[in-house]
């Protein structure tokens, strides 16, 4: 981790202090209303979904912010204590194996930047004058609805300020990120914690009507995203056996995955674009199980008949993913993934931009690692049995234009110059 992400997490959890100290002295426990909502935001963080990459909802902030509504700011940061600290405990608990330090942090800076999204509630909350329901006009919703955007907002700031220094990934990007894919799940959330405030106000018992719903919604959720990574797991164990087969094709399919992250995140693509061509990248060969061993293991070169079969394995590939919900993009990208620039490619001599990008990428990340693994069949062919990093951008770039994207090249030397730390490239276009 760098300075500058252990300087950040440190200033969150200072900074979570302040709140802390504001509003904890105010309320003294026990206080049975509290206990209780801290007990059900501790269960929804502990069960809390990951419904896109490295972004999951819990119903938690359906309970802090309606806590708010109800009781006030010190009944929430009470609440966000007893119930989001322990769960973070819990949910971390297995980085303690990495040191105590990291653990620490984890713990320390997700606590924290919970609490500081609930001081930017009451900010708002206190400065629009909101106040408990009932509520006799829309205007009186106004308070609540802005407080719980400004939780929103919070949260996925700080959130986002972490992962851009400790993963590299834009912070504008991921800032936007949640917005744009979650619309609806960051509207639900705000309207159910309203909803909830208002009905504990006219019965409290009655809140379980709103409560239970909720809870429907989220295990269904949670049944949906298990069932996405199951199907994961089984495609990518299946790209896993054809080590039986091709014993080089399951650690290439990792290695590419890898580097074609790395090229897109280089080109700055959107997060969830990113993922697809990660999550195709890892499966770009599947297809293979189709072709015979004696071709896959064949040492020398291939005649025209076997090259036929294993023109094939992007079809097949293709076949296996594309009615699959979490697949039926990446399909498109390992269907396309050996098209050329110039349109001689295969399977159907696609050209330039008519090429998905991610494909693209793909193809470019798979030619870099296969020649820097070691082919001993090379030999054979006067060849080295692998190539230096240097050499092998030195080739992928002389095909620039021609097999591959001249952008996607770049965006390869980029990366790689990073990895060795020495230029690769200059203005000229040519290699050092």
């Known amino acids: 981790m760098s300075w500058q992400a252990k300087v950040y997490i440190w200033v969150v959890v200072l900074a979570s202090l302040v709140p802390l100290g504001l509003y904890l002295p105010q309320l003294y426990l026990p206080h049975y209303f509290i206990l209780i909502a801290a007990s059900l935001a501790f269960l929804a963080d502990i069960f809390e979904v990951e419904v896109a990459l490295r972004h999951r909802i819990s119903m938690s902030e359906v309970i802090y912010c309606a806590v708010l509504f109800i009781d006030g700011p010190s009944a929430m940061m009470w609440s966000t204590v007893l119930g989001t600290l322990p769960a973070e405990i819990i949910l971390r608990w297995r ?39 009932p509520y006799a006009s829309l205007t009186e919703l106004i308070p609540p609805t802005l407080a719980y955007a400004g939780y929103t907002v919070t949260n996925t700031v700080l ?47 009655q809140t379980l009507l709103v409560l239970i719903p909720a809870v429907g919604v989220h295990l269904t959720l949670r049944g949906y995203t298990k069932l996405r990574r199951e199907t994961q797991r089984t495609l990518e164990t299946i790209v896993h056996m054809l080590h039986e087969h091709d014993p080089y094709t399951a650690e290439h399919s990792e290695r590419v995955a890898d580097l074609a992250e790395k090229i897109a995140r ?24 189709a072709i015979p061993d004696s071709i896959l293991n064949k040492r020398g070169p291939l005649d025209d008949s076997d090259w036929q079969l294993v023109k094939q394995h992007t079809i097949v590939g293709f076949d296996l993913l594309k009615n699959l919900e979490m697949y039926s993009e990446a399909a498109q990208l390992v269907k396309y993934e050996h098209e050329r620039w110039d349109g001689t490619g295969y399977p159907e001599g696609l050209k330039g931009e008519q090429i998905p990008l991610g494909a693209r990428i793909i193809h470019v990340a798979d030619v870099y690692h ?63």
Do not use: C
């Open 266 to 289: 280089e080109l700055e693509l959107p997060e969830d674009q990113i993922e697809t061509i990660r999550t195709a990248a890892r499966v770009h060969d599947i297809g293979k199980v």
């Open 159 to 205: 959130v986002s300020g972490i992962l851009s220094l400790t993963q590299r990934i834009s912070f504008t990007k991921l800032v936007t990120f949640k917005i744009h894919t979650l619309p609806f799940q960051v509207l639900a959330i705000g309207v159910i914690s309203i909803l909830v405030a208002v009905v504990y106000a006219q019965a409290p018992w």
């Open 370 to 432: 296969a020649l820097t693994s070691d082919r001993p069949y090379r030999e054979s062919q006067g060849l080295p049995r692998h190539y230096e990093p240097v050499e092998a951008v030195r080739i992928i770039q002389s095909q620039s234009g021609r097999q591959f994207d001249p952008k996607v090249v770049e965006a390869l030397v980029r990366v790689i110059s990073d990895e060795l730390k020495e230029p690769l490239w200059f203005s000229s276009g040519r290699l050092s």
């Open 95 to 133: 980085y303690l194996k990495d040191g105590a330090a990291t653990f620490i942090s984890r713990v320390a800076f997700n606590t924290s930047q919970i609490l500081l999204s609930g001081w930017a509630a009451i900010l708002i909350f206190q400065r629009l004058d909101g106040h408990a329901p």
